[in-house]
């Protein structure tokens, strides 16, 4: 599971993955959830601790290490439990590996994210989790700048990203942008669905 067994995806910062997803449902199931107005940046989770989802569970025991998620059990909200067409997109990774935080990431026409670094998102990282990216909307006018350079992401496709490198987004347009993101622990896998799409 280490570099040496997937001596590929050593010093990649992106990889487009195999996976190809409908956007056009994925957009109709965001739509149905009537999400209210916001400013600038919004993170709507789909799948979280479960003390968050279910109130009555008790706070997890504190932790000496919270990259990659094992600190607590992880629950579906209800927004992800009416959502047939996410749940199935997710369900195909849950079946391979351990997915914990999936959130819908939606940015305001003419916002920015600063530059920026998640330090445990990487495969290289020795305990964390990875993020895979699956745009929803996009408009020709919003960019995301990894380690300088834009990814080419259009909806639907699902992208591997090394986010604890310098990562921005500008959007320049006047729609807002949709991603949906799924945060799982990299095993074995996911880390040859990434080597096999280079």
Request: glycine share 4%; with cysteine; proline share 7%.
């Amino acid at each position: 599971m280490d570099s040496l067994t997937y001596p590929k995806t050593i010093g990649l910062d992106r990889v487009k993955l195999h996976f190809e997803f409908n956007a056009d449902r994925l957009l109709e199931e965001v739509q149905k959830m009537k999400l209210s107005g916001f400013e600038y940046y919004d993170a709507l989770p789909l799948r979280a601790p479960a003390h968050l989802v279910d109130p009555k569970l008790p706070f997890p025991e504190p932790s000496g290490d919270y990259a990659d998620g094992s600190w607590t059990d992880w629950l579906d909200t209800d927004l992800l439990k009416g959502s047939d067409y996410i749940s199935e997109v997710i369900e195909n990774f849950k079946q391979n590996t351990t997915v914990n935080l999936v959130r819908i990431l939606r940015l305001s026409a003419y916002s920015e994210v600063k530059e920026h670094t998640d330090p445990t998102l990487a495969l290289e990282e020795e305990k964390s989790m990875i993020r895979l990216t699956i745009p929803i909307t996009n408009n020709p006018e919003c960019d995301f700048y990894l380690n300088g350079h834009v990814v080419p992401m259009k909806p639907g496709e699902c992208w591997y990203l090394k986010l604890n490198d310098p990562h921005k987004i500008i959007n320049r347009g006047n729609s807002e942008r949709i991603n949906l993101t799924i945060d799982m622990i990299p095993n074995d896998w996911i880390r040859g669905q990434i080597e096999n799409s280079i």
